[in-house]
């Protein structure tokens, strides 16, 4: 049975409560008088440089068709497919960014992203639900736009915008969806720099949509050796990804 969507959601909301806890807290500490800053040079540098971990979840936007599919008895069958639940998975990476001026700057940042994604498909008159699992490796090098408010103490809100080139390293054939391993996300984020005594730590929350449509149709599934699996590529207009990334830098 498809679970309901707001248990595919609890991720989400738990990843953006978490997100939202230190630029809650931040916001409390602007209010406070003015404290001897940690690093206080280290934002006029030109070249910064740092890693990243965090967890992803990785999600597709399906469009069906609702066209029926006439099996080998003359009955019509029609499929819709869903990604009912969200699947947590880890990104690592590196990151550079270039110092434009005082609140702007670009990044380049080099991610793994390893994840899951069920989809699941089912046929409506009859409730009959198939299931398939697609693992993701994804090499996805964003280039970002970092947009910075002025810092206060140890704190200094931002927001980022970019595009991130993206391919599957993992894409596996034969099964009853396949999509196109190259794609394009365009992202959405905000963070929060966090300065310490000898390092900065940053927690960023962002949102990936992928701008392609990443279906193979039937007419190019050649991988295919049982027609049968071709009722469900049928059933499906479109495939566009999205993902929720919710990393820290350390630089």
């Not at 800053?37 to 990785?58: A, C, E, M, S, T």
């Not at 399906?62 to 006439?70: D, E, F, R, S």
């Amino acid at each position: 049975m498809i679970k309901p969507r707001y248990i595919k959601c609890a991720p989400l909301v738990l990843a953006i409560l978490f997100m939202l806890a230190p630029l809650l807290g931040a916001g409390c500490l602007f209010a406070q008088e003015r404290k001897i800053q940690n690093r206080p040079f280290l934002d006029d540098r030109v070249w910064h440089y740092g890693f990243l971990v965090g967890f992803n979840i990785q999600d597709f936007a399906i469009a069906n068709k609702g066209l029926p599919y006439i099996n080998s008895e003359g009955r019509a069958e029609y499929w819709y497919a869903d990604v009912p639940e969200y699947i947590p998975g880890f990104s690592v990476g590196i990151l550079g960014e270039i110092k434009a001026n005082d609140w702007l700057s670009v990044r380049l940042i080099p991610t793994m992203h390893f994840g899951d994604k069920k989809v699941v498909f089912k046929e409506q008159r009859t409730g009959k639900i198939t299931e398939q699992y697609l693992k993701s490796t994804l090499l996805s090098i964003p280039v970002d736009l970092k947009f910075s408010a002025i810092r206060f103490n140890n704190y200094r809100p931002y927001v980022v915008v970019g595009a991130a080139p993206t391919f599957d390293l993992t894409v596996k054939k034969g099964k009853e969806l396949l999509v196109t391993p190259a794609d394009l996300l365009v992202e959405i984020g905000m963070g929060l720099d966090l300065y310490y005594p000898f390092f900065k730590m940053i927690p960023e929350l962002k949102f990936s949509f992928g701008l392609k449509d990443l279906l193979v149709p039937g007419k190019k599934r050649t991988d295919l050796t049982d027609d049968v699996l071709l009722k469900y590529t049928n059933s499906i207009k479109e495939v566009r990804s999205s993902m929720i990334t919710l990393i820290l830098y350390f630089e």
